[in-house]
């Protein structure tokens, strides 16, 4: 292929992956590494090729998101362009204005949107009425609630299936709505993969033998191996502390009764000893630890003490596994049949009614975009056929996303030798959209390496693997820290891939020169001084994550004002930035320029704080910002319809249709779109007769008539004929253009702008006037597309745990972003501050009372009586599959998280000193951590501690002995103390009740919506 007139130096492994023609090319791109460019330059080429140019018809490229695809779509026209500037004939000149006029047929999207394109015109293949349409994601859950409810009633109405469903739901002591949602997920868990009936076919053939069927001996091998096998190393450890801290007085006592049985059972499994195994565990009694020798004091013998005793105490919850009772088949195998079948026949009648729905609603959704697409491609060879002829080349970025069932769907429209995939599996963080990184790990793993030239003579070639190793975003020194934590914490066994040579992070450009650290991890130490410590005599260290980060907060050690750990962080963080942007004792910190690459003092706007799960957590850190004048842009600081414009709306919109409720009406007559004040209120309220009523309307309707203000009796008649004309235009109009005729005639967008995150309050306001468009249009899945119907459909919606995430702010603001890692892929940010490392990891997909898997099928919580129930033996296998793929996704999460800084990256976590010393102690200081500990980790700090456990900084800050190894360049370690960060968070809370006028500009730096404000 010729190159398009691209003036950029490729790095080896990028022109390899943007000229191997011939082949299949799957390009493994770490972090920063200019996946999208090589993509873009790749299609590029292709299409301004001097010899051969292919037509934009005949490329396929299927991006993750939409905003992706038009990215890329702008991409290879802004190359194209540059081509056709610099064309060296004027038929080539022809040849690429050409190319650029046809680009927007070009088939450049997301799989889904790719899918309704050749569904629409395959339409009578399928049976579908030619006028299908999507159905809203949040119309479409509303619904699926809907017909569940029905399946329900009818199966409780049926004789034969109403017993069944009574076991099922425990007699109703087992939270009978969590049991009956699981039917919904089971539904789509079912929709990302393939051979949908041929899983429930061997699901009701388990569910009939259940009484009798067990695991499979690799199955329960496997997951008892595990499980012995982290036991084994926590045995080992307290042996080494034993040998360093006792001498090894307990050397004989824990080979004999923790290392050398453990060692024995694994002998056991390896050699297909199930049963003999298992009973040696059962038998096994570890007996009383021997007393301590004179010299050795208490507190350092509970610290040999406790890894043994976590040792003993997982072995001993082996004892109370299903999977381990004897009476199993006697005590929950007659059980267990029944509730699995009904599950299974729940899903079956659920399905069929769910597209019963859609069909008199001629509807899709997204899964069956995916599923009609295969049953189109499986029914009709033809059409196959002929996708297969029409594209010469596809393209799938983000690989390392898809799921089953798109896999196969791209195999059946692609040949051996014309697809292009960009991914890394590192950063596969969408679990929860039941995305399958192993499929990608499977095609790489039967590639070639680009090194080895491809077998001559060979029709169809196999794969070529290309690595993308040099960075393009970080600066060298992040980059050093990257590849020395991951290098240490990201193993194959935990996230699933090795972090090898392949993925180790080369600097592509030069290191800036910057004063001060690239790399900063502050521990907040939530040990008060007046605690004792290790050292003190005080008995065993604290292990747990005893962080106090309660939604609730805890209490400071003086009276006064209420901190929480969560807001200490937050008021460290906001220092932290203050300090950055506007100096400390000294000039502001310098960044260099994405744009021009000149160093600059930096500016809020390059700032990032990433959060795993900012849900209930990102306010405190935007009101702490705020307190501190700190201009803040957050995508999630709370529910959409929690915020404070958008409530406000909504009550206008209730009281439109209901003016009877006092709430919803006291809101609107006290906020900026009427503007009565609380004393008018209660004026009105206090003035009116008894005989008036309750109700706050009638009082109002009262006072216009005979109340004793003239000036007051004025504004609430004016704001009562503005609600009764709102009230008949709402009748006569669409909602949509009745939400823009109350922003236009109250001016509050203009309003909410000149606030505090007013580009985000604006953002929030346009999108409820979009939601509102998008109900119009789906609006008959709910029989109505009135205002009253919106209400409804928004209470169905929060009734269901729903909300819609807050609009994105226009990024072009000066402000600070709190973000959530996921929001923030494929993003990088000058400065990045990783908060809340300490939160815990979320357990969710391995808890509740039934389980889900391909293989395993269905684990189910059995009740034995009303009040006690026992996991099946499938359970506790599918929950551990569940445990293992969660902790490799955490393990991405916290890689995509590191790795979108270009310049700077703080890591901040809350925890007791002593028991960051205590989890440094954990890990060697040579080599990789071994899986059985990175596999105990709570939180994220716990792999960054044992990560950084040769790091001579960190291991002196917490009072061990530091390594011979080198360390880092342009790092530091802090630790903070509890009680200045008390005082620093009570000082910017103490001003957070303090009445503030909203004619007042807003805080923090004045803005053009600020000044017109104020104008």
């Known amino acids: 292929?010729?190159?398009?007139?691209?003036?950029?130096?490729?790095?080896?492994?990028?022109?390899?992956?943007?000229?191997?023609?011939?082949?299949?090319?799957?390009?493994?791109?770490?972090?920063?590494?200019?996946?999208?460019?090589?993509?873009?330059?790749?299609?590029?080429?292709?299409?301004?090729?001097?010899?051969?140019?292919?037509?934009?018809?005949?490329?396929?490229v299927v991006t993750f998101t939409e905003a992706a695809a038009e990215e890329m779509k702008a991409r290879i026209a802004a190359r194209l362009r540059e081509a056709y500037t610099h064309a060296q004939s004027p038929g080539q000149a022809s040849t690429l204005y050409g190319q650029l006029l046809r680009l927007d047929a070009a088939q450049i999207s997301t799989i889904h949107a790719f899918c309704k394109r050749t569904i629409e015109e395959h339409f009578q293949v399928l049976g579908l009425d030619p006028a299908w349409r999507i159905i809203e994601p949040d119309a479409a859950r509303i619904l699926k609630q809907h017909v569940l409810d029905k399946v329900i009633e009818a199966a409780w109405q049926d004789p034969r299936m109403g017993q069944a469903l009574e076991i099922l739901l425990g007699g109703g002591s087992g939270g009978v709505d969590r049991i009956l949602r699981r039917v919904i997920d089971l539904s789509e868990f079912l929709d990302a993969r393939l051979g949908r009936a041929e899983w429930f076919e061997r699901a009701a053939y388990i569910g009939d033998l259940a009484a009798h069927a067990a695991p499979t001996d690799a199955d329960r091998c496997?997951?008892?191996?595990?499980?012995?096998?982290?036991?084994?190393?926590?045995?080992?450890?307290?042996?080494?502390?034993?040998?360093?801290?006792?001498?090894?007085?307990?050397?004989?006592?824990?080979?004999?009764?923790?290392?050398?049985?453990?060692?024995?059972?694994?002998?056991?499994?390896?050699?297909?000893?199930?049963?003999?195994?298992?009973?040696?565990?059962?038998?096994?009694?570890?007996?009383?630890?021997?007393?301590?020798?004179?010299?050795?004091?208490?507190?350092?013998?509970?610290?040999?003490?406790?890894?043994?005793?976590?040792?003993?105490?997982?072995?001993?919850?082996?004892?109370?596994?299903?999977?381990?009772?004897?009476?199993?088949?006697?005590?929950v195998g007659p059980r267990l049949g029944l509730p699995v079948r009904m599950l299974?026949?729940?899903?079956?009648?659920?399905?069929?009614?769910?597209?019963?729905?859609?069909?008199?609603?001629?509807?899709?959704?997204?899964?069956?975009?995916?599923?009609?697409?295969?049953?189109?491609?499986?029914?009709?060879?033809?059409?196959?056929?002929?996708?297969?002829?029409?594209?010469?080349?596809?393209?799938?970025?983000?690989?390392?996303?898809?799921?089953?069932?798109?896999?196969?769907?791209?195999?059946?429209?692609?040949?051996?030798?014309?697809v292009f995939m960009v991914g890394d599996v590192k950063q596969s963080i969408y679990g929860f959209r039941q995305s399958r990184p192993e499929l990608f790990i499977e095609r790489l793993a039967r590639a070639l390496p680009a090194e080895q030239p491809a077998p001559v003579g060979v029709t169809n070639p196999p794969p070529m693997r290309v690595d993308l190793r040099d960075s393009f975003r970080?600066?060298?020194?992040?980059l050093d820290f990257a590849n020395r934590l991951f290098g240490r914490i990201m193993t194959q066994g935990i996230a699933g891939v090795d972090y090898d040579e392949r993925a180790i992070l080369r600097p592509a450009g030069i290191e800036p020169a910057v004063d001060g650290p690239a790399v900063e991890m502050v521990v907040l130490d939530e040990q008060p001084n007046d605690e004792p410590t290790a050292d003190d005599g005080a008995g065993g260290v604290e292990t747990g994550d005893d962080t106090e980060v309660g939604e609730n907060g805890d209490t400071a050690r003086e009276s006064g004002l209420v901190v929480s750990a969560r807001q200490r962080q937050a008021a460290y963080i906001a220092r932290r930035i203050q300090a950055m942007v506007e100096g400390e004792g000294g000039p502001p910190m310098q960044i260099r320029d994405p744009d021009t690459g000149d160093l600059r003092p930096v500016r809020y706007g390059d700032i990032a704080v990433l959060l795993r799960s900012p849900a209930k957590r990102a306010r405190d850190y935007v009101e702490v910002l705020r307190l501190a004048g700190i201009p803040v842009s957050s995508d999630s600081s709370e529910g959409f319809f929690a915020a404070t414009e958008v409530a406000d709306m909504m009550?206008?919109?209730?009281?439109?249709?209901?003016?009877?409720?006092?709430?919803?009406?006291?809101?609107?007559?006290?906020?900026?779109?009427?503007?009565?004040?609380?004393?008018?209120?209660?004026?009105?309220?206090?003035?009116?007769?008894?005989q008036v009523g309750p109700r706050l309307y009638d009082a109002a309707c009262w006072y216009v008539r005979g109340g004793s203000d003239a000036a007051?009796?004025?504004?609430?008649?004016?704001?009562?004929?503005?609600?009764?004309?709102?009230?008949?235009?709402?009748?006569?109009?669409?909602?949509?253009?009745?939400?823009?005729?109350?922003?236009?005639?109250?001016?509050?967008?203009?309003?909410?702008?000149?606030?505090?995150?007013?580009?985000?309050?604006?953002?929030?306001?346009l999108m409820l006037h979009d939601r509102a468009v998008q109900f119009e249009r789906s609006a008959d899945a709910f029989q109505g597309r009135s205002l009253a119907h919106f209400i409804e459909f928004v209470e169905q919606l929060l009734e269901a745990g729903q909300?819609?995430?807050?609009?994105?702010?226009?990024?072009?603001?000066?402000?600070?972003?709190?973000?959530?890692?996921?929001?923030?892929?494929?993003?990088?940010?000058?400065?990045?501050?990783?908060?809340?490392?300490?939160?815990?990891?979320?357990?969710?997909?391995?808890?509740?009372?039934?389980?889900?898997?391909?293989?395993?099928?269905?684990?189910?919580?059995?009740?034995?009586?009303?009040?006690?129930?026992?996991?099946?033996?499938?359970?506790?296998?599918?929950?551990?599959?569940?445990?293992?793929?969660?902790?490799?996704?955490?393990?991405?999460?916290?890689?995509?998280?590191?790795?979108?800084?270009?310049?700077?990256?703080?890591?901040?976590?809350?925890?007791?000193?002593?028991?960051?010393?205590?989890?440094?102690?954990?890990?060697?200081?040579?080599?990789?951590?071994?899986?059985?500990?990175?596999?105990?980790?709570?939180?994220?700090?716990d792999w960054v501690l044992w990560g950084l456990a040769d790091e001579p900084r960190v291991r002196r800050l917490f009072g061990l002995e530091p390594p011979a190894g080198a360390a880092l360049d342009r790092f530091e370690a802090h630790l903070v103390a509890r009680e200045e960060l008390d005082d620093l968070a009570r000082r910017l809370l103490a001003d957070r009740d303090r009445p503030r006028s909203l004619d007042a500009p807003p805080d923090g730096p004045e803005t053009a919506e600020a000044r017109a404000w104020a104008a």
């Open 1 to 60: 292929m010729a190159r398009a007139s691209g003036r950029r130096r490729w790095t080896e492994d990028q022109a390899r992956a943007i000229s191997t023609a011939g082949r299949t090319v799957l390009v493994s791109a770490s972090a920063g590494t200019g996946k999208t460019a090589v993509l873009t330059e790749r299609v590029t080429r292709l299409l301004a090729d001097a010899t051969n140019p292919i037509d934009t018809s005949s490329l396929l």
């Open 222 to 331: 496997a997951y008892l191996r595990g499980r012995l096998e982290r036991a084994l190393g926590w045995c080992r450890y307290g042996r080494q502390l034993d040998q360093r801290l006792a001498a090894g007085h307990w050397r004989d006592h824990i080979e004999a009764r923790y290392t050398g049985p453990v060692e024995q059972w694994i002998g056991l499994l390896d050699a297909g000893c199930w049963d003999d195994c298992v009973a040696r565990i059962v038998a096994h009694d570890f007996g009383r630890f021997p007393n301590r020798p004179k010299d050795l004091d208490k507190a350092r013998a509970e610290q040999v003490k406790k890894p043994l005793k976590k040792a003993a105490d997982a072995i001993k919850a082996l004892k109370g596994l299903s999977l381990f009772a004897s009476n199993y088949q006697e005590k």
């Open 344 to 418: 299974i026949e729940l899903t079956r009648q659920f399905d069929a009614a769910w597209a019963q729905a859609k069909r008199q609603r001629g509807v899709l959704d997204f899964a069956d975009l995916e599923q009609r697409m295969l049953d189109l491609l499986d029914r009709s060879d033809e059409v196959a056929e002929s996708l297969r002829r029409r594209f010469r080349w596809v393209f799938v970025d983000e690989v390392q996303d898809i799921n089953a069932v798109q896999q196969r769907l791209l195999d059946r429209i692609s040949r051996p030798d014309n």
């Open 474 to 478: 970080s600066r060298p020194t992040v």
């Open 651 to 690: 009550a206008l919109l209730k009281t439109l249709d209901n003016p009877r409720g006092d709430i919803e009406l006291a809101a609107v007559l006290r906020s900026e779109m009427i503007g009565l004040e609380d004393a008018d209120l209660a004026r009105v309220r206090l003035d009116a007769p008894a």
């Open 712 to 765: 007051l009796r004025q504004r609430v008649g004016e704001a009562l004929e503005r609600l009764g004309r709102w009230r008949r235009a709402a009748r006569t109009q669409s909602l949509a253009d009745l939400i823009w005729d109350i922003y236009r005639e109250t001016g509050y967008l203009a309003f909410v702008s000149a606030l505090p995150g007013g580009r985000q309050r604006r953002a929030n306001l």
């Open 803 to 941: 909300d819609w995430a807050p609009a994105a702010a226009d990024t072009a603001e000066n402000a600070v972003r709190i973000l959530s890692v996921h929001r923030s892929k494929g993003l990088e940010f000058g400065i990045v501050f990783l908060a809340e490392l300490n939160q815990p990891f979320n357990r969710e997909d391995t808890i509740g009372p039934c389980q889900f898997d391909e293989d395993l099928l269905v684990g189910l919580q059995v009740w034995t009586d009303r009040e006690h129930c026992v996991p099946s033996r499938e359970y506790e296998l599918i929950a551990d599959r569940h445990r293992t793929r969660a902790l490799a996704e955490e393990m991405r999460i916290l890689y995509v998280a590191v790795t979108r800084a270009r310049e700077h990256v703080v890591l901040c976590a809350s925890r007791k000193r002593d028991a960051c010393a205590e989890a440094l102690a954990q890990a060697p200081v040579e080599g990789r951590v071994d899986d059985w500990l990175l596999h105990d980790a709570n939180c994220a700090l």
